[in-house]
């Protein structure tokens, strides 16, 4: 269930659609989906920086 919501979260389909949200809000998420996009990035490297 959480990965679900997480991957929608994610989608690049859903990151431009149009809400009835405010924009301080729809701000507050790009921010938030930016910042996971980046901790995701950089858990890859230490990934590959580990195993090498």
Avoid at 23 to 43: A, T
Avoid at 45 to 52: E, L, P
């Amino acid at each position: 269930m959480f990965l679900k919501r997480l991957l929608h979260y994610l989608n690049p389909a859903t990151l431009f659609g149009k809400s009835n949200e405010n924009v301080n809000l729809r701000f507050m998420h790009g921010i938030n989906r930016i910042s996971i996009f980046v901790f995701l990035i950089c858990l890859i490297v230490m990934a590959v920086r580990a195993c090498g």
